[in-house]
């Protein structure tokens, strides 16, 4: 077996991302699975190699496919050396510490606390945006959905976006460079397209770009070319 840490850095780099392709991501629905996305992205816009297992939401046998891979009951889960690792912002911290060559975080280290703190609020927050405001990525529903609560979440996350754009972004992603953090928002970015939330120029032009970043556009792609529904976030949106 070859010891990597005596090679070239760059050789020993190459080998150890090799070893670790054989990765596994189970994700729901693209239409939509919003959690799975961010993993999903997180991996394509990184070019880090993977295999895709679809699990079908809101099914007599989801809870079942998924306690297959992982008792948790929720998707992404990323299947690594031999191991299962069951949460979004886990995996991308994961991949991060994997693949450090791909500078997933900003590499400036106030920009990535600050990146990491996005993260954490969007993991733990925005419950109103994400009941009231649900991913369809198929659907349009313009107007819809603006609750009290999904319209103080859109002001944060409109808030947010305005202070990383203009004091890291440099008019491009929220930190210069896509990382994990627009990885993580690019599922808000698919509910301002659904529900058309009208956003001041800087952050509509920011919207317009996450769209079109290419992993962002297979998984929108690929959502729209689903023919599963998904009964229950169906109803979410029709309530
Ligand atoms: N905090 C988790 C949340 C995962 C989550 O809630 N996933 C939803 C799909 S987006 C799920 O698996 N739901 C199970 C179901 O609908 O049966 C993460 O970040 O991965």
């Known amino acids: 077996m070859i010891n990597t840490t005596e090679l070239d850095p760059a050789l020993s780099a190459m080998l150890d991302s090799n070893k ?17 996305m961010r993993a999903w992205v997180a991996m394509k ?25 992982c ?11 031999g191991m299962t690792i ?16 791909h ?10 606390a600050i990146a990491r703190s996005i993260c954490a609020e969007m993991h733990s927050g925005f419950q109103a945006l994400r ?18 609560g999904s319209q103080a979440d859109i002001g944060r996350i409109s808030e947010i976006w305005e202070e990383c754009l ?32 009208s956003l001041a120029p800087a952050l509509q032009a920011y919207v317009e770009r996450v769209t079109a970043h290419p992993a962002v556009a297979q998984w929108i792609r690929e959502a729209l ?9 169906d109803a979410q949106l029709n309530k």
């Open 86 to 101: 069951w949460d979004s912002l886990a995996i991308c911290e994961y991949l991060a510490e994997q693949f450090p060559m």
């Open 225 to 233: 070319a689903e023919v599963e529904d998904a009964p229950d976030h």
């Open 103 to 112: 500078n997933m975080w900003p590499q400036d280290v106030a920009a990535r």
């Open 20 to 36: 670790k392709s054989g990765m596994r991501l189970v994700i729901g629905n693209k239409n939509y699975s919003s959690w799975s």
């Open 131 to 148: 009941s009231d405001m649900s991913m369809s990525i198929k659907a349009s529903l313009p107007g819809k959905g603006r609750t009290a």
């Open 166 to 197: 203009s004091r890291y972004g440099a008019h491009q992603y929220l930190f210069g460079d896509f990382s994990i953090a627009d990885a993580y928002f690019a599922p808000v970015v698919m509910r301002f397209n659904t529900y058309a939330v």
């Open 45 to 69: 816009a990184f070019g880090i190699p993977f295999e895709e297992i679809r699990i079908l939401l809101d099914r007599p046998d989801t809870a079942r496919q998924i306690s297959g891979y």
């Open 71 to 81: 008792m948790s009951g929720r998707v992404p889960l990323l299947l690594t050396d």
